[in-house]
C-alpha cells in the first residue's frame, strides 16, 4: 500500500491527541480568517476551520498549493494578525500578539541591512536590555551553531542568501523561543544551500528543542524535515491531511533515498500534483 495512504488514514489530531494535554504547546482551535468584509465580492476566505495540536518539540511542515493559506496561519500564530473565528492557545493561553517566545524566520531574510551579522543577532536582546557582555556571548555561540564563525562583522550585502538566512535563524534563536515560525525560509536559495540548511535546521531544531511550524512548497523538503507533514487543502485553507514521519533523527542525507521516504515524496506528488497545476 502506498505510504502516504497508510498514514494519512490516521486522524490528523490522532498523533497530538494521545499525547498528555501538558504536552501540547500549540492547540489551534477552528481557526478561520477572511480578509475584506465577510459576504462582500472581496472577501478572500483564506482559512476555514483550521484545527491542529502541535506537541512541545514538535516539527511541523505545512505543505499546501500557492494561496492556500499557510502564510496566514502562521502569522496568526505569530501574533502579527488575529483570526476571524476560532483561536490558537499556546500553553493554555490565547495568542493576542507577537512575542519572543515565538519567533519568525522569513524567506527574505528580513536582516538589518545596517546592521552587522553581530549586531542582527543581539538586537532583539539588546532591545530586552541584556547586558552587553552577556549579549555578546550569546551572539558568539549562535554565530558558531550557525556556522557563521569570522563572518561576525559583515553586513548582509556582503553575504550570499544561505549566510544571510543563517544569520537570520541565529537572529531568530536569539531570545530563546520556544517555538521558532518558518515561512519559506528556504525559498530563494539554490539548491544545494537549500540542502545544507535543511540539515542544519533540522540539527539545530533538534538539538535546541525547540517546537517548529515550517511553511513549505517543497514535498522532499517538508518531509525530510518534519516529524508530521500536515498538507493542507487549496484554499480556503483547512488541514486534508497528515503523514507522521518516521524517520529517526538526526535527519541526514542518505535517508532522501530510503525507500520510505521515496515513496511518501512521490505520494504527496501524486496527492497534490493537479492542484499545484491548477494553481500555475
Ligand atoms: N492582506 C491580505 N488581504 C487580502 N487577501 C490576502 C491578504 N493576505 C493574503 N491574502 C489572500 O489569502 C489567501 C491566502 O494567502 P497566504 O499568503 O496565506 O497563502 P500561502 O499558502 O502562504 O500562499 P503562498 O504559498 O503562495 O505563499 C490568498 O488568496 C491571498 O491572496
Request: one cysteine or more; hydrophobic letters at 40%; proline letters at 6%.
Amino acid at each position: 500500500m502506498a505510504a502516504t495512504a497508510a498514514l494519512a488514514s490516521t486522524p490528523f489530531q490522532g498523533h497530538a491527541m494521545h499525547a498528555d494535554p501538558a504536552d501540547i504547546q500549540i492547540d489551534i482551535r477552528n481557526v478561520g480568517k477572511v480578509y475584506g468584509t465577510k459576504g462582500q465580492d472581496n472577501a478572500v476566505i483564506a482559512l476555514d476551520g483550521v484545527t491542529l495540536k502541535i506537541r512541545r518539540g514538535e516539527f511541523i511542515s505545512l505543505l499546501g498549493p500557492s494561496g492556500c493559506g499557510k502564510s496566514t496561519l502562521l502569522g496568526i500564530v505569530a501574533g502579527f494578525q488575529a483570526a476571524t473565528s476560532g483561536q490558537i492557545l499556546q500553553d493554555g493561553r490565547p495568542i493576542t500578539k507577537p512575542g519572543p517566545s515565538r519567533t519568525v524566520v522569513f524567506q527574505d531574510y528580513a536582516l538589518f541591512g545596517w546592521m552587522t551579522v553581530q549586531q542582527n543577532i543581539e538586537f532583539g536582546l539588546k532591545a530586552k536590555g541584556m547586558p552587553k557582555a552577556q549579549r555578546a556571548e550569546i551572539a558568539r555561540a549562535l554565530v558558531a551553531t550557525v556556522h557563521l564563525t569570522g563572518f561576525e562583522n559583515k553586513y548582509p550585502h556582503e553575504m550570499s542568501g544561505g549566510m544571510k538566512q543563517r544569520a537570520a535563524i541565529a537572529r531568530a534563536l536569539a531570545p530563546d523561543p520556544d517555538i521558532l515560525l518558518m515561512d519559506e525560509p528556504f525559498g530563494a536559495l539554490d539548491a544545494q544551500t537549500r540542502v545544507l540548511l535543511q540539515e542544519e535546521i533540522a540539527r539545530i531544531s533538534s538539538d535546541a528543542g525547540k517546537t517548529v511550524i515550517f511553511v513549505t512548497h517543497g514535498i522532499d523538503e517538508a518531509v525530510f524535515l518534519a516529524d508530521r507533514v500536515v498538507v493542507m487543502s487549496p484554499r480556503p485553507g483547512r488541514v486534508r491531511e497528515e503523514v507522521l514521519v518516521p524517520l529517526p533523527r538526526p535527519r541526514t542525507a542518505e535517508m532522501r533515498s530510503d525507500p520510505w521516504f521515496v515513496s511518501t515524496v512521490n505520494d504527496l506528488w501524486e496527492t497534490l500534483k493537479p492542484e499545484w497545476q491548477k494553481g500555475e
